[in-house]
T-cell receptor, first 113, second 114 residues
Framework: GENVEQHPSTLSVQEGDSAVIKCTYSDSASNYFPWYKQELGKGPQLIIDIRSNVGEKKDQRIAVTLNKTAKHFSLHITETQPEDSAVYFCAASTGGSQGNLIFGKGTKLSVKP | DAGVIQSPRHEVTEMGQEVTLRCKPISGHNSLFWYRQTMMRGLELLIYFNNNVPIDDSGMPEDRFSAKMPNASFSTLKIQPSEPRDSAVYFC????????????FGQGTRLTVV
């Protein structure tokens, strides 16, 4: 089955710097790659997603890149702010369901003012 | 829409007792997912339903776990009997297959088995 590896497990940056989180997946049939943000005591919330027919997607300060050949995808957050501090999860899915997700172990991002 | 609603938010029970977690998906969504989150194993998919039918329950850890979806607006996850190692946060999520929508997660139920 699918396996998703995520690095780093913790990341600390200064406010205004960029943050990059990387994930690899094992199943070449995976075609949907979302990123979720989880704040303390809350459920994961989608921040951006990408499908296998696209190499890059951007939404304001957040961007995701996908390399299907190498089976890895990355989250890029620019101009980080203290409110970006949270745990971020990457995930992969095969088939048509956006909820049948295999998650990475998460990255705890801390943005220092 | 109020989003995915889970109850209770917190549950403390004694080992051996039956525990029932509840979920109300977003109206109009046709898929529902139960996840478990622990420090050691992260977020794990337990089971998912499509149009109220269980599609894949390969993530259900043991026969002590069962899930039902009697109608489009309600699902339960039951653990009987509960054990301390079942302590975790259980999330329910819903989405609409075919509509390209994301999976929306509820706030979770924190289960503690003592």
């Amino acid at each position: 089955g699918e396996n998703v590896e995520q690095h780093p497990s913790t990341l600390s940056v200064q406010e205004g710097d960029s943050a990059v989180i990387k994930c690899t997946y094992s199943d070449s049939a995976s075609n949907y790659f979302p990123w979720y943000k989880q704040e303390l005591g809350k459920g994961p919330q989608l921040i951006i997603d990408i499908r296998s027919n696209v190499g890059e997607k951007k939404d304001q300060r957040i961007a995701v890149t996908l390399n299907k050949t190498a089976k890895h995808f990355s989250l890029h957050i620019t101009e980080t702010q203290p409110e970006d501090s949270a745990v971020y999860f990457c995930a992969a899915s095969t088939g048509g369901s956006q909820g049948n997700l295999i998650f990475g172990k998460g990255t705890k991002l801390s943005v220092k003012p | 829409d109020a989003g995915v609603i889970q109850s209770p938010r917190h549950e403390v029970t004694e080992m051996g007792q039956e525990v029932t977690l509840r979920c109300k998906p977003i109206s109009g969504h046709n898929s529902l997912f139960w996840y478990r989150q622990t420090m050691m194993r992260g977020l794990e998919l337990l089971i998912y339903f499509n149009n109220n039918v269980p599609i894949d329950d390969s993530g259900m850890p043991e026969d002590r776990f069962s899930a039902k979806m009697p109608n489009a607006s309600f699902s339960t996850l039951k653990i009987q009997p509960s054990e301390p190692r079942d302590s975790a946060v259980y999330f329910c999520a819903s989405s609409y297959i075919g509509g390209g929508t994301e999976a929306f997660f509820g706030q979770g139920t924190r289960l503690t088995v003592v």
